[in-house]
């Protein structure tokens, strides 16, 4: 009897432990709610915080458009894992932002050609030029997604630098006296003088961080594609356009991409770079940041102003110059830089799209429309009027300390601001002319906003906004940037498998690399791994598509 | 013993126990046997869009290009070295476990030391990755205490050097499972009739003695069932810890099979050679257990069939 309850036991657990991993169907539809509003699910591939769901100003927007989107984001899981999850499953929410995934659930079957639909709205026809919706078409001549950012309406607003570069804490600069810096060495220099003066931050006790890399998954772009800045070219993102030859040049490979890794591996052994870097997660990092302690690293402002700099701004640290500003560096010096890019970049690869689960496509539609009228558009991304900002006599508007403050809480943004933000939005001038569509971009209220650290920053080196500490460059081509490309490649085709390869290669050995008792060697062990990708195939293909790019381009000159 | 016809007397004693095999045999059918359809993937290259039924045959193309990826060879070595360690360790660890609690004079203490003991099974891999992340960066616990007594100087980035990534699985694994995985073997020493453990005493066995030539084989059918059993777990080696632990510098360790179906299965889109993966899998988990029940019944051991 005995042994049969211990096998009782054990098949039970068995079988309980079989339980795990089957997910649950995902409610979908447009289905209308007892207040008569329209209720849509949306999940978006990529990191971001769930607002509350009595938040104030998604209801304002349901009471004027009849529409909710309840959204949901990526937790734990990459883009490609959460997407192909979603097609194993063949449920799919209403509206769907699929990141690297989307060309996956492009070949699953399972959005919903737009085309036929956009001319019957007037905001989202006017959204993209006929050229821009055409190069949207996929293989099948279909356009299914549109890309939701870095659409410029009227004027260009650009006071923040939204992209990477390598940042420095506020107090370093100011401590040296705003010095030129425009090397890796100087800027390594800097660093390490700063360091060695003031080894803990204003408390006397926290110790400094000199400079950390985040390495965590597809994140590991503030250690890899350094080296194509470093030359002087813009973001391509996953190779190099020479263009005035109009080839595809492979970054890694480069004289630059050896000196920046030596560099590292240098600053490594000297202990500047942190020795948890290649180990620590995005949460860990951005805790880091968030501490105060890190005087530099390159980023994407995206990757840690959201939640990073804010926690900075909170704890009062930006007081003590603990927040981040941009430095124009090059691999020598007097090289021109294209850290930043003016004008908007169209990223083709991905986008919000709409799926064939939606049961009420016309009205999912519908809502995205109404997101770009121009007072929900100001509801997104301003707030109330009165609340979040106040309108000036000369119909600018502005905002007071308060607001601003209240703009950076946590629990603020849950309870109250709903900007749809993967949704389709604008930046650049409003509709009125005046007012510019984010509040980032007016210029007044950006400055107003600004701690006395970095006002004293800007001031020495005759900026007035981030973008002018690097300077602006117009975009180099009509084939920017690549890496819209190179996120959709998959195994499918020899390029694609070198890209992946190539990928794996470069988390394993690039930190080895910078960790390296001998560099030459190490490096010679990584070009040998990294040539036995065939990078050769993915710079072809890239070299392919650069091609069909310009032609693409010249039909419509 | 003798093997009596069924009547329907006992058919009604028994109709609780009836019940609950149908229930499990129908579970099982559904669960384990129907989704079986599936394995038809591995030898299509299936896409989502033509389904199971009109994607194309490719017969074993995706097996050969998986054992012609030295990635896999590479995740299935992983996979059986940290299945081998975490079985011997988490086993011996159970069943010392068990046998020093059962040694414990007090009731109350055994009781306390038990439940805390088994409660660390209960948490998610994600808190336990957390703590262990924690306690071995270079400002936690463990880089404190060996700075403290001089054992080093610098502190030991432990999850950047491929050397300690099986010892910390294992030791997670351990501190995880022990307590739980000991209940059973507890509940076995409970069963030995205490008669013996007198007449031992009788003969003169100290406490060494009484473990080694009562305790220890009375517990051995259960010891010899749960080896058999987990033999067959031995490449489910884990999935949550190695993916939450590993990162690019101990990416050649740190992968498993499962990981390798998730990056290429769902993340690649490549259905097929995930299943194909999957299947491998399986083949070998029912190899192992055959072998080891075949070897349990040469020697006149507990076996499962």
Not at chain 1, 456 to 468: D, L, Q, R
Not at chain 1, 475 to 483: A, E, I, V
Not at chain 2, 29 to 55: C, D, E, R
Not at chain 2, 63 to 81: E, G, H, M, Q, Y
């Given at each position: 009897?005995?042994?049969?309850?211990?096998?009782?036991?054990?098949?039970?657990?068995?079988?309980?432990?079989?339980?795990?991993?089957?997910?649950?169907?995902?409610?979908?539809?447009?289905?209308?709610?007892?207040?008569?509003?329209?209720?849509?699910?949306?999940?978006?591939?990529?990191?971001?915080?769930?607002?509350?769901?009595?938040?104030?100003?998604?209801?304002?927007i349901?009471?004027?458009?009849?529409?909710?989107?309840?959204?949901?984001?990526?937790?734990?899981?990459?883009?490609?894992?959460?997407?192909?999850?979603?097609?194993?499953?063949?449920?799919?929410?209403?509206?769907?932002?699929g990141?690297?995934?989307?060309?996956?659930?492009y070949?699953?079957?399972?959005?919903?050609?737009?085309?036929?639909?956009?001319?019957?709205?007037?905001?989202?026809?006017?959204?993209?030029?006929?050229?821009?919706?055409d190069?949207?078409?996929?293989?099948d001549?279909?356009?299914?997604?549109?890309?939701?950012?870095?659409?410029?309406?009227?004027?260009?607003?650009?006071?923040?630098?939204?992209?990477?570069?390598?940042?420095?804490?506020?107090?370093?600069?100011?401590?040296?006296?705003?010095?030129?810096?425009?090397?890796?060495?100087?800027?390594?220099?800097?660093?390490?003088?700063?360091?060695?003066?003031?080894?803990?931050?204003?408390?006397?006790?926290?110790?400094?961080?000199?400079?950390?890399?985040?390495?965590?998954?597809?994140?590991?772009?503030?250690?890899?594609?350094?080296?194509?800045?470093?030359?002087?070219?813009?973001?391509?993102?996953?190779?190099?356009?020479?263009?005035?030859?109009?080839?595809?040049?492979?970054?890694?490979?480069?004289?630059?991409?050896?000196?920046?890794?030596?560099?590292?591996?240098?600053?490594?052994?000297?202990?500047?770079?942190?020795?948890?870097?290649f180990?620590?997660?995005?949460?860990?990092?951005?805790?880091?940041?968030s501490?105060?302690?890190?005087?530099?690293?390159?980023?994407?402002?995206?990757?840690?102003?959201?939640?990073?700099e804010?926690?900075?701004?909170?704890?009062?640290?930006?007081?003590?110059?603990?927040?981040?500003?941009p430095?124009?560096?090059?691999?020598?010096?007097g090289m021109?830089?294209?850290?930043?890019?003016?004008?908007?970049?169209?990223?083709?690869?991905?986008?919000?799209?709409?799926?064939?689960?939606?049961?009420?496509?016309?009205?999912?539609?519908q809502?995205?429309?109404?997101?770009?009228?121009?007072?929900?558009?100001?509801?997104?991304?301003?707030?109330?009027?009165?609340e979040?900002?106040?309108?000036?006599?000369?119909?600018?508007?502005?905002?007071?300390?308060?607001?601003?403050?209240?703009?950076?809480?946590?629990?603020?943004?849950?309870?109250?601001t709903?900007?749809?933000?993967?949704?389709?939005?604008?930046?650049?001038?409003?509709?009125?002319?005046?007012?510019?569509?984010?509040s980032?971009?007016?210029?007044?209220?950006?400055?107003?906003?600004?701690?006395?650290?970095?006002?004293?920053?800007?001031?020495?080196?005759?900026?007035?906004?981030y973008?002018?500490?690097?300077?602006?460059?117009?975009?180099?081509?009509?084939?920017?940037?690549?890496?819209?490309?190179?996120?959709?490649?998959?195994?499918?085709?020899?390029?694609?498998?070198?890209?992946?390869?190539?990928?794996?290669?470069?988390?394993?050995?690039?930190?080895?690399?910078?960790?390296?008792?001998?560099?030459?060697?190490?490096?010679?062990?990584?070009?040998?791994?990294?040539?036995?990708?065939?990078?050769?195939?993915?710079?072809?293909?890239?070299?392919?598509?650069?091609?069909?790019?310009?032609e693409e381009?010249?039909?419509?000159? | 013993?003798?093997?009596?016809?069924?009547?329907?007397?006992?058919?009604?004693?028994?109709k609780?126990?009836?019940?609950?095999?149908?229930?499990?045999?129908?579970?099982?059918?559904?669960?384990?046997?129907?989704?079986?359809?599936?394995?038809?993937?591995?030898?299509?290259?299936?896409?989502?869009?033509?389904g199971?039924?009109?994607?194309?045959?490719?017969?074993?193309?995706?097996?050969?290009?998986?054992?012609?990826?030295?990635?896999?060879?590479?995740?299935?070595?992983?996979?059986?070295?940290?299945?081998?360690?975490?079985?011997?360790?988490?086993?011996?660890?159970?069943?010392l476990?068990?046998?020093?609690?059962?040694?414990?004079?007090?009731?109350?203490?055994?009781?306390?030391?038990?439940?805390?003991?088994?409660?660390?099974?209960?948490?998610?891999?994600?808190?336990?990755?957390?703590?262990?992340?924690?306690?071995?960066?270079?400002?936690?616990?463990?880089?404190?205490?060996?700075?403290?007594?001089g054992?080093?100087?610098?502190?030991?980035?432990?999850?950047?050097?491929?050397?300690?990534?099986?010892?910390?699985?294992?030791?997670?694994?351990?501190?995880?499972?022990t307590?739980?995985?000991?209940?059973?073997y507890?509940?076995?020493?409970?069963?030995?009739?205490?008669?013996?453990?007198?007449?031992?005493?009788?003969?003169?066995a100290?406490?060494?003695?009484?473990?080694?030539?009562?305790?220890?084989?009375?517990?051995?059918?259960?010891?010899?069932?749960?080896?058999?059993?987990?033999?067959?777990?031995?490449?489910?080696?884990?999935?949550?810890?190695?993916?939450?632990?590993?990162?690019?510098?101990?990416?050649?360790v740190?992968q498993?099979?499962?990981?390798?179906?998730?990056?290429?299965?769902?993340?690649?889109?490549?259905?097929?050679?995930?299943?194909?993966?999957?299947?491998?899998?399986?083949?070998v988990?029912?190899?192992?257990?055959?072998?080891?029940?075949?070897?349990?019944?040469?020697?006149?051991?507990?076996?499962?069939?």
């Amino acid at each position: 009897m005995k042994k049969k309850m211990v096998s009782a036991l054990l098949l039970t657990s068995m079988l309980a432990s079989m339980f795990s991993g089957c997910g649950k169907a995902q409610a979908s539809g447009g289905a209308v709610n007892e207040d008569g509003i329209k209720e849509f699910t949306a999940f978006f591939a990529v990191p971001g915080s769930e607002i509350n769901d009595d938040n104030e100003i998604q209801q304002i927007i349901a009471e004027k458009t009849g529409c909710k989107v309840k959204e949901t984001w990526l937790t734990g899981q990459t883009a490609e894992e959460a997407v192909g999850t979603l097609i194993a499953g063949g449920e799919y929410p209403d509206f769907i932002e699929g990141g690297n995934g989307s060309k996956q659930l492009y070949e699953a079957g399972a959005l919903v050609a737009l085309d036929d639909y956009i001319d019957k709205y007037p905001n989202i026809k006017e959204y993209f030029t006929e050229q821009e919706w055409d190069q949207l078409r996929q293989s099948d001549g279909h356009i299914y997604w549109i890309p939701q950012f870095s659409n410029i309406y009227g004027q260009e607003r650009a006071c923040t630098h939204n992209d990477e570069a390598f940042w420095i804490q506020a107090r370093v600069l100011e401590w040296a006296g705003y010095p030129k810096v425009e090397t890796m060495d100087e800027y390594f220099d800097l660093i390490e003088a700063y360091n060695e003066a003031n080894p803990t931050m204003a408390d006397g006790t926290t110790t400094n961080i000199p400079y950390t890399i985040l390495c965590d998954d597809w994140r590991y772009f503030c250690l890899e594609n350094a080296p194509e800045f470093l030359d002087g070219y813009p973001n391509d993102g996953s190779c190099i356009v020479d263009p005035d030859t109009l080839k595809v040049i492979d970054y890694n490979t480069t004289d630059t991409a050896v000196k920046y890794f030596k560099k590292l591996n240098e600053e490594y052994k000297k202990g500047i770079v942190d020795p948890e870097s290649f180990t620590q997660t995005y949460d860990e990092y951005i805790a880091k940041i968030s501490s105060g302690r890190v005087l530099g690293m390159i980023d994407q402002w995206w990757d840690f102003a959201y939640t990073g700099e804010d926690a900075i701004k909170s704890a009062g640290l930006d007081e003590q110059g603990c927040q981040y500003v941009p430095l124009p560096i090059t691999i020598e010096k007097g090289m021109k830089n294209q850290w930043h890019n003016s004008g908007g970049v169209l990223n083709v690869s991905s986008g919000l799209a709409i799926t064939t689960s939606c049961k009420d496509v016309e009205g999912a539609l519908q809502f995205v429309n109404d997101l770009l009228d121009q007072d929900i558009h100001d509801l997104r991304f301003w707030g109330v009027e009165g609340e979040d900002y106040l309108v000036g006599d000369d119909g600018l508007y502005y905002r007071t300390p308060e607001m601003r403050k209240q703009a950076a809480d946590t629990a603020y943004k849950a309870a109250h601001t709903c900007s749809y933000s993967y949704f389709p939005q604008y930046s650049g001038t409003s509709r009125d002319g005046k007012n510019a569509m984010k509040s980032d971009g007016q210029e007044q209220e950006f400055f107003d906003g600004l701690s006395e650290p970095i006002k004293k920053c800007f001031e020495a080196y005759g900026a007035k906004t981030y973008v002018e500490m690097l300077g602006t460059s117009e975009k180099p081509g009509p084939w920017y940037p690549m890496y819209t490309y190179s996120n959709t490649l998959t195994t499918d085709t020899p390029g694609g498998t070198a890209w992946t390869k190539m990928g794996e290669i470069k988390h394993q050995y690039l930190p080895k690399v910078v960790m390296a008792d001998d560099f030459e060697k190490g490096w010679d062990e990584y070009m040998k791994a990294y040539n036995e990708c065939k990078p050769e195939d993915f710079i072809s293909e890239m070299q392919t598509e650069l091609e069909r790019r310009m032609e693409e381009a010249a039909k419509y000159e | 013993m003798k093997t009596k016809a069924i009547n329907m007397v006992d058919l009604k004693r028994q109709k609780v126990l009836i019940f609950w095999a149908a229930a499990i045999t129908i579970y099982g059918i559904i669960f384990n046997y129907l989704p079986l359809a599936g394995w038809l993937m591995a030898f299509q290259n299936y896409k989502p869009v033509t389904g199971l039924l009109h994607s194309q045959f490719v017969g074993l193309a995706k097996f050969k290009l998986l054992f012609s990826d030295v990635s896999f060879l590479r995740v299935i070595r992983n996979t059986l070295a940290m299945g081998v360690i975490n079985l011997a360790v988490t086993f011996f660890m159970a069943i010392l476990f068990a046998i020093l609690l059962n040694e414990m004079a007090s009731k109350g203490g055994k009781k306390v030391v038990q439940t805390i003991s088994y409660l660390p099974h209960f948490l998610s891999w994600i808190i336990v990755t957390g703590i262990l992340h924690d306690a071995l960066s270079g400002t936690g616990i463990i880089n404190t205490l060996l700075l403290h007594f001089g054992a080093v100087t610098q502190p030991i980035n432990f999850f950047a050097h491929e050397k300690y990534f099986w010892p910390i699985v294992a030791f997670a694994n351990v501190w995880k499972e022990t307590g739980w995985n000991a209940i059973i073997y507890l509940a076995a020493i409970t069963s030995i009739d205490p008669s013996l453990y007198e007449a031992a005493a009788i003969d003169g066995a100290g406490r060494w003695a009484k473990i080694k030539h009562v305790t220890l084989p009375g517990i051995k059918p259960t010891i010899m069932i749960l080896l058999l059993m987990n033999v067959g777990n031995v490449l489910n080696a884990g999935f949550e810890i190695q993916y939450l632990l590993g990162n690019g510098l101990v990416q050649n360790v740190s992968q498993t099979i499962d990981i390798y179906v998730l990056k290429w299965g769902i993340s690649q889109g490549d259905y097929s050679i995930g299943t194909a993966a999957g299947i491998f899998k399986s083949v070998v988990a029912i190899v192992l257990i055959v072998i080891c029940n075949h070897l349990a019944k040469k020697h006149g051991e507990e076996r499962l069939f």
